[in-house]
């Protein structure tokens, strides 16, 4: 399931957020103490002499390596991305309340990939390869990242037998578009035709260059796909479809 607060999150030095492994799924991601650096801008340091200069400007980059949790694991995943300072209020030895600034990080980059949503083992390694180099993009570029999650779907639907081409009225073989693959399918899967769209609808944003996806908007399509992925390939759902379809012919169990 996907955790949208985990998606958008900043961490700070002692490690508020924890990332699952995307190697074992089972341990945490835990910053290796002797790996993480963060230095301050160029231009960051040159705002330091400008009179109205605020915290706020301060602009980090950081790169570290995170160790997983796991013992019988202990992926090592690198990572690297932008930094700034936030403020917090702390009471001193005296208990009187002081803002206190402290440093904030946001990943940009994470290698190996997060896993962000469950891919069930069937999935076919196209359509995976996919959805993973659409992971690693997520948090530099979400509109990057979206993509690849749209080829991910082209390629499913090709899994799923639509035709990529078609015979036109000139006898002339041509592409067919998405939206029109995505018709075709609903003349079999009709309950997937409403999620597809709207993957389609939100990839179809990701390429216009005016329009800045957000991370939310990602883990929406995300959500979607996870969903429809599970439904196709997760034997423990079509079992669970094919019992519901039976007692539903039999109109009671039997
Ligand atoms: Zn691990």
Same mark, same amino acid.
């Given at each position: ?58 602009? %980090?980059?950081?790169?570290? @390596?995170? /160790?997983? =949790?796991? +013992?019988?694991?202990?992926?090592? $995943?690198?990572?690297?991305? *932008? ?73 499913? %639907?090709?899994?799923?037998? @639509?035709? /990529?081409? =078609?015979? +036109?009225?000139?006898?002339?073989? $041509?592409?067919?578009?998405? *939206? ?75």
């Amino acid at each position: 399931m996907i955790d949208r607060k985990l998606l958008t999150a900043y961490f700070g030095r002692d490690q508020n957020t924890c990332w699952q492994c995307p190697t074992c799924s089972n341990g945490y991601l835990v910053i290796e103490d002797d790996t993480f650096r963060s230095r301050e801008t160029a231009i960051s340091q040159k705002g330091h002499k400008h009179y109205e200069w605020e915290p706020e400007w301060v602009s %980090l980059v950081y790169s570290c @390596v995170f /160790k997983c =949790t796991n +013992n019988s694991c202990g992926e090592q $995943v690198a990572s690297s991305g *932008h930094g700034f300072l936030d403020w917090d209020i702390e009471e001193d030895e005296n208990g009187i309340p002081k803002q206190i600034y402290g440093e904030y990080f946001e990943p940009y980059y994470f290698h190996p990939p997060l896993k962000i949503i469950d891919i069930p083992e069937s999935v076919p390694d196209n359509i995976t390869n996919q959805l993973e180099k659409s992971f690693e993009l997520f948090f530099s570029s979400p509109s990057a990242s979206v993509n690849h999650a749209r080829s991910a779907l082209e390629l499913l %639907l090709t899994h799923l037998k @639509v035709p /990529k081409t =078609t015979i +036109n009225n000139r006898n002339k073989r $041509v592409k067919i578009n998405l *939206h029109n693959r995505i018709d075709r399918l609903a003349q079999q899967h009709s309950e997937f035709k409403e999620f597809l769209l709207a993957i389609k609808w939100i990839g179809n944003e990701g390429s216009h260059p005016e329009k800045n996806l957000t991370k939310n908007d990602v883990a929406e399509l995300y959500e979607i796909l996870e969903h429809v992925l599970s439904e196709l390939f997760n034997n423990k759902s079509k079992a669970i479809l094919a019992k519901a379809k039976k007692i539903n012919r039999a109109k009671g169990i039997k």
